[in-house]
């Protein structure tokens, strides 16, 4: 029940500080993609204060799906906001962007309209356990993990270019980013592969992390103009 309640806390939290950061400044493209990252953890994070409170199985078992593919939504908007943050980055001759949305189409019908990836679930003890196709979760850890890797090569080349009032803030910003993003691999993606599945809910944790890092990128930025 705590659990439950403190991962509402933190759905709570993404949404707000989503919609107060592109208040702020709503013609930023890089407000408006955080925006979307926000609301994408608020997703992730929901889902898994369901799975921790719910005793429907098959409720469970929908928002487990609903996790897993939160997640790979993550990673696009992380990507999106590494790209567009303080300029747009030209990556790939063929838009990555456009190739990843077909590739979240596809995990969303595998996610929701098979049983190819999550097999079944059921309830041990407090939490859901989900019993995924080994192959098809190898996938999606690579179809999530590689927009990760993209975007923080794009932010790293770009903070080591930027002004000294950023440049001041890369070790802290670095850090928070790095300890967030293990984090919630640690909890989410590794313990889940090992089926380790009671400490998968604590992965939302980090996101707060997560959102302060990239909270203090956009207000430096904004002290800098």
Partial sequence: MILGITLG???????FLGFHVWLQHRQETSNRIFLGLCLSIALWSGASMVNATVDSVSIGNIAEKT????????AFFFYLFCKYFLYRSVDLKISWSYFYVG?????????YGTDIFILYSERVDWYITTYHNPYAYIAWVITLFVPFIIGLMQLRKKLKNSDCILRQKIKTIWTLLIVSIIGSFTFDVLFTG???????????????????SIVMLIYSRDTSK
């Fill in 9 to 15: 806390i933190i759905t709570f939290i993404n949404i």
């Fill in 194 to 212: 090992l089926h380790q599945y009671q400490f998968n809910n604590i992965g939302p944790f980090f996101s707060l992390l997560f959102d302060l």
């Fill in 67 to 74: 996790a897993f593919f939160g997640g790979l939504i993550i």
């Fill in 103 to 111: 590739l979240l189409m596809l995990w969303a019908y595998i996610t």
